[in-house]
């Protein structure tokens, strides 16, 4: 090997390169290989070349759970394609297995006939044993059916950087052994260097011998797999067709994050974040806590009560009062988001859903929380509840989220997931012109003012701000007489008020784009869905109607009010099927809103739907 | 109290009829004194045009709903007597309160109000004072309220040194419930809800304050009006976060729990008056004082006697930065000790505000005001034709 280590091969070899549409590949490790990385990187590449991308990180829920073992493994899916593709793909064709309880977890998704890549040198008894395999699964009929490329990667890797004599320890030299396999795919899938090589250099810049040995893993595995027969043939996916434009990768956390910050340009009004650390949520904390030089807030609370609390006192002040969480935590908030419903407060609470009850599956997704956050409080207690579709949608979403809480003077519930939040997809950039203008209004004439007195068009109440003379008035979670806003028993006066707040967020159907349909306005099958199920949906829908089938799909961004068109929308079709992460909770508001009788299709394991579970699924009503 | 259950005016408390007591007064503790600057500021807010408003600019139209004889309108009433003078305009001044009798008070403010949930006030505070620095912050709260349902907001607002003042009404009771006992009730009461007695042990709030790191900590009573308003004074003009428990009476469900030292008869013997840079003395005839015995205080006598004098005794020094005597001052209890009043702590640090702005600034210096056209074009990109 130490022949090729320093210089990549000057001419191309053009050794059978095949042409391919799409691929998926799943890269699984122990936590400690750097599998999130080796992916995030791949992706990069395949994205910064053209190709759409879409991915799927799966941690462990344990930070470090036992080297080697099976809670311990990470993996990393990503769906790369020439196409327009819009889920991290169903199965994958290649898995990339860097110990054995990688292959022993992450085997059965693989595709009949897949591609497997393992580093034989991790696979000795003790790991075997901690992975639970009786017997070598390299050397019986475990593999059997699979394309098997076996590569000593730990050895290769360790051997390569000794030669170049790179002053690190043996277990620091060892560390780079993932860059070594991600060497090896880039050049099976026909990919450049260059954007990991930038990527070394400039994230280990203070550490420049770890830097070169990442440089030398990366350039030997690229070289290994060019050079030696361990691979036939290679693969190209070429640039993807899609809409023309200027493109960046992005997650939803980091897509919701910038929305924010978008909306407090775009509203004019700074932004205050209050929020707890929680997984899946905490990287929105990290993004805005680094965007202070737009006036951003951050405010790291003692708890998830006092996260939201303060976003209500920065709401009352007339910021844009944000606060961040997964389930747990709005479980927390509940009680003051009651009171920001009472105080007709702006407020926008993202929840980035993971797998409940109690603290369930903390890095796994799902859609549990829609009734919590239409019906979970105590009282008539309505907000209006909003949930992006892909990680790209998160950031327009965000900005819908702020639109409607200011001019409806209520709370917004933004329903993101752990899929949408760390799944990644290219994301068309918005010129800043097509971005929608957010009015905020205050008032500020005493002649007359009453605190709670109606818009006639959003039935929203004034908003005075603490420091306009003569707006002094007194809020608070007592029932509000109406117009005037003091403390009031009268039964009739509650009745009222109650209808009024419902009425209030009812208005605001009027202001939510109507729900669109993915094909015919009416036929036999209508796939309907709500966040992150978008793209399974949508992708299984368009192969069933390349098919021929009377199918159709509609998807809901907006949850609380349903946009005006939705039961006109329900009445073309002879049957509507749902899929959703939980047990039928948005079947369940359909039926008993529309009186449709909608079939749920649940899925809670953690894990997205695969295309074709949906179209199995649809195939059955036709 | 000397009105318990007259049946006294619901609405509007007579300053005549409550007792100034003895004593009080004077709690020069630090801080610019309200006399010795006039058109004075509470931190941060600009002061208006001087000797506009009165009290009654800061009362509001809504009825007063305590039960008659409660220590809760004395504090009102002088709330609203010391607001004018503190020179902050009437839509600068938000009070945030929790749940309880005390969580009222904002109602009968006539400034900005916020009555939120039960024990949370300190976090809207923290992000009303936090968003707008300009608005002087007023947290009202009890000992329920702070201590029990809210005791997690109380400890991290405190230490994150806001500049709000915190006003702890410390009936030792539940009253809104209707008498039920609080962090603060004896061990041993027998209340609606412990018929055989307390079993927990009681927590000290002005303690409490001191060991989260509070920067303002004082203590007075509801019938020494002179004292309280002086109190109020103070804490509004210290920059950051000033703490003051306020022993209130309930004449309903536990009425007399403070008689033993703060009734005016006997309030001269058993209340310690702390003024900053003055010897703790007490007493009637001022014949008493308090000095060090090893590690602890210790009561002495003055006079001849006993041959002790004035030098005898601990100087209070307010400013100290270290808490530990701040924090035992703040132990010390009547019938042991004289019930110490006044101010504790007084020092100065860094407020919260400041420091968020002023990551804000930096930011601002280092990267340029945020634009949104750079937001969103930022990280790799490519460009698809
Ligand atoms: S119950 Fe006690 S604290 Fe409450 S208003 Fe009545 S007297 Fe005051």
Redesign the pocket.
């Given at each position: 090997m130490s022949a090729t280590i320093d210089t990549p091969p000057v001419e191309e070899r053009e050794r059978n390169l095949e042409e391919v549409e799409t691929v998926t590949i799943r890269f699984a490790g122990d936590s400690g290989d750097g599998m999130q990385l080796t992916g995030t990187q791949f992706t990069n590449t395949s994205a910064v070349i053209g190709n759409d991308i879409s991915t799927l990180p799966d941690f462990p829920a344990e930070i470090r759970a036992p080297a080697g073992s099976l809670p311990g493994v990470s993996g990393f899916q990503l769906n790369f394609s020439s196409r327009d593709i819009r889920t991290p793909g169903d199965q994958p064709n290649v898995l990339v297995a860097m110990n054995p309880a990688a292959l022993k977890v992450n085997l059965s998704d693989l595709e009949d006939g897949g591609t497997i890549i393992v580093n034989t040198d991790e696979f000795n008894k003790e790991n075997l044993k901690k992975a639970a395999y009786a017997s070598n699964p390299l050397e019986d009929d475990t593999l059997k059916g699979y394309r098997i490329h076996r590569l000593p990667i730990t050895t290769l890797n360790i051997r390569a950087l000794q030669e170049a004599q790179v002053k690190l320890s043996r277990k620091e030299m060892d560390r780079c052994k993932n860059f070594f396999a991600l060497g090896v795919l880039y050049w099976l899938y026909d990919r450049p260097m260059e954007g990991s090589l930038e990527w070394i250099k400039s994230k280990f810049a203070k550490l420049p011998e770890v830097a070169r040995a990442n440089e030398i893993a990366l350039k030997t595995g690229y070289n290994f797999a060019d050079t030696t027969e361990v691979f036939t043939t290679h693969y190209t996916v070429r640039k993807a067709v899609i809409a023309p434009g200027k493109y960046r990768k992005i997650t939803g956390n980091e897509a919701t994050a910038i929305g924010f910050v978008a909306a407090s340009q775009l509203a004019g009004r700074p932004l205050f974040y209050g929020s707890y650390p929680i997984t899946p949520a905490s990287d929105i904390l990290h993004e805005l806590a680094r965007h202070k030089n737009f006036g951003v807030k951050t405010f790291q609370a003692e708890d998830e009560i006092a996260a939201v609390c303060a976003a209500i006192g920065a709401s009352f002040t007339g910021h844009i009062g944000l606060t961040g969480t997964s389930g747990p935590g709005v479980a927390l908030k509940q009680e003051a988001i009651g009171l920001a419903v009472m105080t007709e407060l702006p407020l926008v609470i993202i929840n980035v859903q993971r797998g409940g009850p109690s603290t369930g599956l903390p890095t796994k997704t799902e859609q549990a929380d829609l009734f919590q956050a239409v019906w979970g409080r105590n009282g008539e207690c309505p907000a209006i509840v909003i949930a992006p579709a892909t990680p790209a949608d998160c950031f327009h979403m965000a900005i819908e989220a702020v639109r409607l809480a200011f001019k409806y003077m209520t709370p917004v519930f933004y329903l993101s997931d752990g899929y949408l939040a760390n799944g990644a997809e290219p994301w068309r950039l918005p010129s800043i012109d097509e971005l929608p203008k957010i009015e905020v209004k205050f008032a500020d004439d005493p002649t007359n003012f009453l605190p709670y007195k109606r818009d006639e068009q959003t039935l929203s109440r004034p908003f005075a701000l603490p420091g306009t003379p003569g707006l002094e008035h007194r809020v608070g979670g007592i029932e509000k007489q109406h117009e005037t806003g003091n403390v009031n028993y009268d039964p009739e006066n509650h009745h009222f008020m109650v209808l009024l707040r419902q009425a209030k967020v009812d208005r605001a159907a009027q202001d939510i784009p109507d729900v669109e349909i993915f094909g015919e306005k009416t036929g036999k099958v209508l796939v309907l869905g709500w966040g992150s199920t978008y793209g399974s949906i949508t992708s299984a829908v368009e192969k069933l109607q390349e098919e021929g089938k009377s199918v159709s799909s509609a998807h809901l961004r907006h949850l609380n009010p349903f946009p005006s068109n939705l039961g006109e929308v329900l009445l073309g079709f002879e049957r509507v099927i749902i899929p959703e992460m939980n047990l039928g909770q948005l079947a369940t508001m359909i039926r008993a809103k529309y009186l449709v009788d909608a079939v749920a299709f649940s899925k809670v394991k953690g894990r997205p739907f695969q295309i074709r579970e949906i179209v199995r699924k649809v195939e059955e009503y036709l | 109290m000397s009105t318990n259950g007259n049946g006294m005016n619901e609405n509007k408390m007579d300053d005549a009829l409550v007792d100034e007591g003895a004593g009080g007064g004077n709690v020069s503790g630090g801080g610019p004194s309200p006399e010795s600057e006039p058109g004075s500021v509470v931190a941060g807010v600009p002061a208006p045009p001087p000797g506009k408003l009165t009290k009654a600019d800061f009362t509001s139209d809504q009825e007063v709903?305590?039960?008659?004889?409660?220590?809760?309108y004395a504090i009102l009433n002088n709330v609203q007597k010391v607001m004018p003078e503190l020179g902050v305009p009437r839509e600068k001044v938000v009070f945030v309160s929790g749940i309880?009798?005390?969580s009222?008070f904002p109602y009968y403010m006539n400034t900005y109000g916020f009555h939120s949930i039960h024990g949370r006030a300190p976090a809207v505070a923290t992000g009303i004072k936090s968003s707008n620095p300009e608005l002087s912050v007023w947290v009202i709260t009890?000992d329920g309220d702070a201590l029990s349902i809210g005791g997690n907001h109380f400890m991290h607002a405190i230490r994150r040194n806001l500049d709000i003042n915190y006003i702890l009404?410390n009936?030792r009771?539940y009253?809104?419930t209707?008498?039920q006992y609080s962090p603060t009730s004896e061990f041993g009461k027998k209340t609606k809800s412990t018929p055989m007695g307390v079993i927990d042990y009681p927590i000290n709030p002005a303690s409490l304050a001191i060991a989260s790191e509070a920067t303002f900590v004082a203590r007075t009573i509801d019938i020494d009006v002179k004292h309280l308003g002086a109190v109020v004074n103070a804490a509004a003009h210290h920059k950051g976060v000033s703490f003051v428990e306020v022993y209130?009476?309930?004449?309903?469900?536990?009425?007399g729990a403070f008689d033993s030292f703060a009734e005016r008869a006997v309030r001269a013997e058993n209340v310690l008056y702390l003024e900053h840079g003055q010897p703790m003395i007490f007493g009637k005839n001022r014949d008493k004082a308090i000095r060090m015995n090893g590690t602890l205080p210790e009561v002495i006598q003055l006079g001849s006697e006993t041959g002790l004098n004035e030098t005898d005794a601990l100087i209070h020094d307010a400013h100290e930065r270290d808490p530990s005597v701040a924090f035992m001052l703040a132990r010390m209890e009547h019938p042991n000790f004289p019930q110490p009043v006044g101010i504790f702590r007084d020092v100065q640090r860094e407020t919260y505000e400041d420091l968020l702005a002023q990551q804000i600034e930096t930011a601002i210096a280092q990267k340029g005001a945020g634009s949104l056209e750079k937001l969103i074009n930022s990280g790799e990109m490519w460009t698809v034709e």
């Open positions: - | 709903r305590w039960c008659p004889g409660c220590g809760d309880g009798c005390s009222r009890g009404f009936n009771i009253g809104l209707k008498g209130q009476n309930c004449n309903i469900f536990n009425d």
